[in-house]
C-alpha cells in the first residue's frame, strides 16, 4: 500500500517559493520523483502538486514488489475482440 503525505511550507518566508515550484509542476503537468530520508531509512517518493499544498507517495522498493509473472502467470492470455476493445475505449474516454 502507497503512504501519502501532504507537504506544506515550513515557514511563512518559504510560501511564496513552495507555491512557484508546485504551479510550475502543475502548469507543466510533472511530478517529482526523489529520495528521501523517514524513519532512519532512505524511501524512494513521488511528489505532486495536489490544491493548495503538494502531496508526497511513499513508494514501494524492487523487492516489496510481487514480480509480475507470478502474478499474472495463472491468469492466461484470453482472447479479446478488437470491436469490444474499440467500444470500452469510447466508454473510457468519456
Known amino acids: 500500500m502507497r ?6 511550507p515550513v515557514d ?6 513552495f507555491a512557484l515550484v508546485r504551479e510550475a509542476m502543475r502548469k507543466t503537468k510533472k511530478a517529482a520523483l526523489a ?4 524513519w532512519q531509512r532512505e ?3 513521488l511528489i505532486e502538486p495536489l490544491d493548495n499544498g503538494m502531496l508526497m507517495t511513499l513508494m514501494h522498493s524492487a523487492k516489496e514488489i510481487v514480480p509480475a509473472k507470478r502474478a ?4 492466461g492470455t484470453p482472447k479479446i ?3 469490444m476493445t474499440e467500444i470500452a475505449s469510447m466508454i473510457i474516454d468519456k
Open 81 to 83: 475482440d478488437p470491436e
Open 3 to 8: 503512504k501519502p503525505y501532504y507537504l506544506v
Open 72 to 75: 499474472f502467470d495463472e491468469m
Open 12 to 17: 511563512k518566508p518559504s510560501t511564496d517559493p
Open 35 to 38: 529520495t528521501v530520508v523517514l
Open 43 to 45: 524511501r524512494h517518493v
